[in-house]
């Protein structure tokens, strides 16, 4: 019987681990420095947390099936949702503002294609129990400080959906049909747009751009044109000029939106060229009445995620030079020297915390010190009876072709002297 994997998932080789691990390492240190924790959460959820305010988009595209007691239940499509969960059930106690990261598997039953696969991974960050202009500035600069430390170019937009919702509601579009709105904008599917809303006026707030300059003056044009009051604009002005001072890049665009329905203001995305249609690495909101919704008490938040698997896709793209894993010594034990060999692979890694592998393969010395010196090794420790009985070992520096013998005891001085 032959098996295959199943649609849409991947197997990673070694190096692939290796190189995503380096990325998520870059991440998790990041936002450490920002004082942001990481949670975790389950791969499952019950379904009814995911149909509540997810978005048609996440919706139509649920691992869903029932449990073996009845009970419906999906794979997590996205972990936003989760973390509002998490919130009500146990983290609302805690002191505010919260801070939180979380990395894991997403699950979404699509048509897979490049950049999109059924089992994908997100690494993502929230920001929980305060509404203010500094806290949706802090996690748009958390995410743009993340992608500078990994050495990323990208392009960051950022809009607000309140500005959206209040047109909308204006023109008497109840919450059902401004989220069928929204969803198409995501969409960019247009005509289906101009169906629900009139298009003059709407097309002159979403015209509202600015990549540098005025973007004060944008604000206030969509806010007239949106019939949203003061303290709104205001405050998403201030938020857009303390990016601007910190040197955070960004687009003003009021045509960008967000697909999720629970998003209720502030709104963004990152996207990199060359990564063809699926080009948004990351995107991300302000989601203020979520936490309410699944009977927590009134809580603000914002957060975003990464699309992780294109992040990594972006790297290698942009010509990002992951660190290749490297064995430092290989210890070869003639026949007879297997135990001792264990020893002093392990003396090696406890004192000097290298990498050390150990022939067990039954190849000679000479191809073992072949194969390794291919592999860029960097040492070779050879045991025979004679090391044993001295309790001493023979080094051969595989670069250099010289070797030496070293007694057990100083061996990892010897060490200490070279590296």
């Known amino acids: 019987m032959r098996f295959i994997r199943p649609k849409g998932t991947r197997d990673f080789t070694a190096d692939q681990v290796s190189e995503r691990f ?5 991440l998790r240190a990041t936002s450490a420095c920002w004082g942001y924790n990481e949670i975790m959460t ?7 947390l995911f149909l509540a305010k997810s978005g048609e988009e996440i919706r139509s595209h649920l691992y869903e099936f029932s449990d073996k007691g009845g009970r419906r239940i999906c794979l997590r499509p996205e972990a936003t949702a989760q973390v509002a969960r ?6 609302r106690s805690l002191p505010k503002p919260q801070r939180y990261v979380y990395f894991g598997p997403m699950y979404r039953y699509e048509e897979p294609q490049k950049n999109r696969y059924r089992e994908f991974y997100q690494f993502g960050a929230e920001l929980l129990g305060v509404k203010s202009p500094a806290a949706d500035a802090e996690v748009l600069a958390l995410a743009c400080d993340c992608l500078n430390s990994l050495g990323l170019e990208y392009e960051l937009r950022v809009s607000n959906l309140a500005f959206i919702r209040g047109y909308l509601k204006s023109e008497g579009l109840d ?17 289906g747009l101009w169906e629900l809303i009139s298009e003059d006026k709407f097309k002159q707030i979403l015209d509202c751009k600015s990549c540098e300059g005025d973007f004060e003056g944008k604000v206030g044009d969509a806010a007239k044109l949106c019939g949203v009051g003061c303290e709104l604009a205001g405050g998403f002005s201030e938020t857009l000029s303390i990016l601007r001072e910190n040197e955070v890049d960004f687009t003003l665009d009021f045509s960008m939106a967000r697909g999720l329905d629970y998003y209720t203001g502030l709104v963004f995305d990152v996207k990199v060229g060359g990564l063809g249609a699926q080009n948004q690495v990351a995107g991300g909101g302000r989601y203020d009445k979520l936490i309410e919704l699944f009977g927590g008490p009134s809580t603000p938040a914002i957060g975003f995620a990464f699309g992780f698997d294109r992040l990594v896709d972006a790297l290698r793209l942009q010509g990002h030079e992951f660190m290749e894993p490297e064995t430092d010594v290989v210890v070869v034990g003639m026949k007879g020297c297997a135990s001792y060999g264990f020893s002093v692979a392990q003396l090696l890694r406890d004192a000097l915390d290298f990498v050390v ?6 190849r000679g010395v000479g191809k073992t010190l072949s194969h390794a010196s291919d592999a860029g090794v960097k040492y070779a420790v050879i045991l025979g009876q004679t090391e044993f009985d001295n309790r001493s070992v023979t080094v051969k520096d595989l670069g250099r072709g010289v070797q030496e013998t070293v007694s057990l ?3 990892v001085d010897w060490f200490f002297e070279r590296i």
């Open 42 to 48: 389950p791969a499952f959820e019950g379904l009814d």
């Open 22 to 26: 380096q990325v998520l390492s870059v």
């Open 357 to 362: 592998e150990q022939e067990i393969s039954g």
């Open 175 to 191: 919450v059902k049909s401004q989220d069928k709105v929204i969803h198409l904008l995501d969409k960019d599917e247009f005509e």
């Open 86 to 91: 998490f919130y009500c059930q146990t983290l």
């Open 409 to 411: 005891d100083g061996l």
